[in-house]
């Protein structure tokens, strides 16, 4: 098994591709490199004058680099695509796919404080170059600041008391790992192979969402989403493609109204005549999700929703 493989299986791999209805000699963009899986499958339907530029701002992504001329690794957050493109002198696109998912390598990772599963550090960053840890915010928080990202992000109705007993207890201690936080919340953890392990299936789902919230938090994802999906509007070549997997409502909700309406409020504006000013048009009624198959072979894939759109 390759790095590519062990980093990373690629969700509704032949579905998104697909949706870029690529152009042999076209310019791409994947924005979420990772393992590489959806980049490879890209290039192997691009001809000798097509050319992909993908993005990843982790270093250990940087491991599946693919060698091939008509490839440009860019070590960077995707909300620059823009400038990036710039650089590279590229006016326009022809397709561009995001798997806005986190990757199963950093949820697998013990060292990088992704998962409950592990205690490690609370670090949660995607850049570890640069930044605020879960730690930091954590720590140095307000209550009320607390709040609101648990609330937002995580969807917790008890997010003020979650943000009221981590106030509580980091007067006393700081909170540094996984296991300091699941004490402040009371959560009894058994450990088997390494792994914590908690039984109760509601206060998994519940934990995964307050992790959820304090990696968006950390890392700006919903900000750094709305900035990339706007500068790819501007940067799609009439009848270019855009192809975007989400895996939470949060997400969802911003890629559905920047397609449908062109902004992530969802506001639409409607000409003299009624008709939608919008520089995207859905493709297709229906959101694409996984096959039982590869749900069952991928369980990371469950809650994945493709949506595509075209340039107008």
Known sequence: MNTAEIYHIPVLLQESVNGLAIQPNGVYADVTFGGGGHSREILRRLGPKGHLYSFDQDADAEKNIVDDERFTFVRSNFRYLKNWMRFYEVEHIDGLLADLGVSSHHFDDEERGFSFRYDAPLDMRMNQRAGATATDLLNNYSEEQLADVIYLYGELKQARKIAKAIVSTRTKKRIETTGDLLRVLGVEAVEEDSQLSIANPQLKKDLARLFQALRIEV?????????????????????????????????????????????????????????????????????????????????????????????S
């Open 219 to 311: 890392n700006h994802e919903m900000q750094a989403l709305k900035e990339m999906l706007t500068s790819a509007q501007e940067l799609l070549a009439k009848g270019g493609r855009l192809s975007v997997i989400t895996y939470h409502s949060l997400e969802d909700r911003i890629v559905k109204n920047i397609m449908r309406a062109g902004n992530a409020e969802g506001k639409v504006e409607q000409d003299f005549f009624g008709r939608i000013n919008a520089p995207l048009r859905m493709i297709g009624n229906k959101v694409i999700t996984p096959s039982e198959q590869e749900m069952e072979q991928n369980p990371r894939s469950r809650s994945a929703k493709l949506r595509i759109a075209e340039k």
